[in-house]
Each structure stands twice: as C-alpha cells, then as structure tokens.
Nanobody
Framework: EVQLQASGGGLVQAGGSLRLSCVAS????????IGWFRQAPGKEREGVSC????????YHVDSVKGRFTISSDDAKNTVYLQMNNLKPEDTAVYYC?????????????????????WGQGTLVTVSS
C-alpha cells in the first residue's frame, strides 16, 4: 500500500520561504511520479509541481516557476518542495500525491485525476 506523509507547512510572511517534505512508503521512486498540489479555501485543488525519478523530469506551473523547486532524495524516499518568495496567494493546504509511471511514456503528471494515492495536507499560510 502506498502511503504519503506531508509536512513542513506553517505561517510565514510574504517574501519568506518554507520547505515541504513528502515521505513515501510502499513504492519505488523509479516507478512513480510524485506531485505537489494545493487547495485554497473555496477553490479547486490544483497541481503545483511534479517530479519523476525515472527520467529526471520535473514540472512547475507558471504561477510558481522561479519561486518553487521540487526535488527528491531517493535514498530517503522523500520529495521536497522548496518555496521561496512566498506570496499571500500561495496560502493553501498542500498535498503530495503519487502515481505509477512507465519509463519512456508520458511526461510529468500535473492534474489531480492522474494521481491515485494521496497524503494528508499541510497548511501553508502566507501573511501580507
């Protein structure tokens, strides 16, 4: 059974930084993509970043490019989301998710319907 545990959220002022962690169990990183999603109050859950260890592919949505960086430590089965220059509009519950991938097929999944294993969320609040 795939299990994901997200942590690292908190309260930070605009312009500050946070690093989220997602510890995964029950999977092999070379067979799964890990994505970060967020859901703000009253809004749909949206994809933020994705990483595939099998081919090194990463993806960030335009709203976070240049500010957020996704990375992985395969030995620790952990994926990180480094968030810099945070803005109030980044306030949301952040979730990590996993989906099986086949090397050589597809890109880095960024839509929630592409994922089938989810961790609990971690709240990020950015004050202005």
């Amino acid at each position: 059974e795939v299990q994901l545990q997200a942590s690292g959220g908190g309260l930070v002022q605009a312009g500050g930084s946070l690093r989220l962690s997602c510890v995964a169990s029950g999977l092999s990183f070379d067979e799964y993509a890990i994505g970060w999603f967020r859901q703000a109050p009253g809004k749909e859950r949206e994809g933020v970043s994705c990483i595939r260890s099998d081919d090194g592919n990463t993806y960030h949505v335009d709203s976070v490019k240049g500010r957020f960086t996704i990375s992985s430590d395969d030995a620790k089965n952990t994926v990180y989301l480094q968030m810099n220059n945070l803005k109030p509009e980044d306030t949301a519950v952040y979730y990590c998710a996993a989906t099986y991938v086949v090397t050589g097929f597809g890109g880095c999944p960024i839509f929630k319907y592409e994922y089938d294993a989810w961790g609990q969320g971690t709240l990020v609040t950015v004050s202005s």
